[in-house]
């Protein structure tokens, strides 16, 4: 039984178990995909379930189709009544994660463009363990893929085998999280979150062009770092060794929120606890996402 009773799928809302499709299809066939994650947090006190910074991600989830050449599907504003009548169906008064993809439908080849399906399902998702505790990371022996051979600019469902050969290494080593390296030797990301650290005082990220998706959750961590701790993030080139030198690490996602490492490859980062700036972002992030404060309202778009 899954904790959701509805899901959605082009166009229509379906009991979960009944949101299916074809073994034959692309998808199924060759991973031609696209999705989003997006995060629904309850805010008990004004009963609303806040979706955060869902325009970012559906002009993300634009994007990913173009650059995959699909044939045109439903608009934004399709999508959007979409996931809401979603929530309103399953009548969620928890947060919730938000899976919406695109996908090549139909029985095609490899070269299809479409039918374009849409499937949007969200579940039940509490805040994990590792954002109060910590994580423990492993610097993967496998290499993010790069622009030119897999572009990770693209959120496709594809790219994601690359990501989860590196979890399940960490997994299996007894870490919590990877870290891999792009083909220069330079830190990209974690899979599915972006990496930061903080070392002499300054917040560093990898660039854009260290084969990294240019996450929306990393871009509010660069925005309110700068807007409430008037702290400039730099975004360059990050060495391997920076990471054990660092001050304080952490990763950031919709699914991960803001979490800190608090070792890499079994060396403690700092004193091995979670740092003052982390806190601080930490305890910023979550105030904004829950609409505990009235700071970017913009950025929360109400389901209910």
């Known amino acids: 039984m899954s904790a959701a009773d509805f899901a959605y799928l082009n166009g229509e809302l379906l009991p979960w178990n009944d949101a299916k499709i074809h073994v034959f299809s692309p998808v199924a066939k060759y991973g031609i995909g696209i999705f989003e994650g997006i995060r629904g947090y309850w805010n008990g006190h004004e009963e609303q379930l806040f979706l955060f910074r869902l325009k970012e991600h559906l002009d993300r989830y634009a994007f990913s189709q173009k650059a995959m050449r699909f044939d ?4 934004s504003r399709e999508l959007t009544q979409a996931l ?19 996908f090549v439908d139909g029985l095609g080849e490899m070269s299809a463009t479409g039918p374009v399906g849409t499937a949007i399902t969200a579940l039940p998702r509490a805040t994990t363990k590792q954002v109060s505790r910590g994580a423990s990371a492993q610097i993967s022996s496998w290499m993010r893929i790069s622009d030119n051979v897999m572009p990770a600019r693209i959120k496709c469902n ?10 399940m290494q960490a997994q299996l080593d007894g870490y919590d999280v990877a870290f ?3 083909s220069r030797g330079k830190l990209a990301e974690a899979p599915a979150m972006c990496v ?4 002499h005082g300054q917040l560093v990220t990898p660039s854009g062009t260290n084969d990294i998706l240019e996450s929306i959750t990393r871009r ?6 700068e807007e409430y701790l008037q702290l400039r993030t730099i975004e360059r080139d990050v060495d391997r060794t ?14 991960a929120e803001i979490t800190p490492v608090t070792s890499v490859d079994r060396i403690s980062i700092g004193d091995g606890k979670l740092g003052p700036l982390t806190s601080k972002l930490r305890e910023i992030y979550l105030s904004i996402v829950m609409g505990e404060t009235k700071d970017h309202s913009e950025w929360r778009t109400a389901a209910y």
């Open 158 to 167: 594809a790219n994601y085998h690359n990501s989860r050969l590196a979890v």
């Open 84 to 102: 809401i009548s979603l929530c309103h169906a399953n009548q969620f008064r928890t947060t919730v994660h938000i899976r919406m993809m695109a």
């Open 72 to 75: 045109e599907g439903p608009s």
């Open 242 to 255: 920076e990471l054990l030198l660092a001050d304080e690490v952490f990763y950031c996602g919709t699914g």
């Open 196 to 199: 930061f650290l903080v070392r």
């Open 180 to 182: 891999l390296l792009n």
């Open 220 to 225: 509010t961590v660069i925005e309110i770092a």
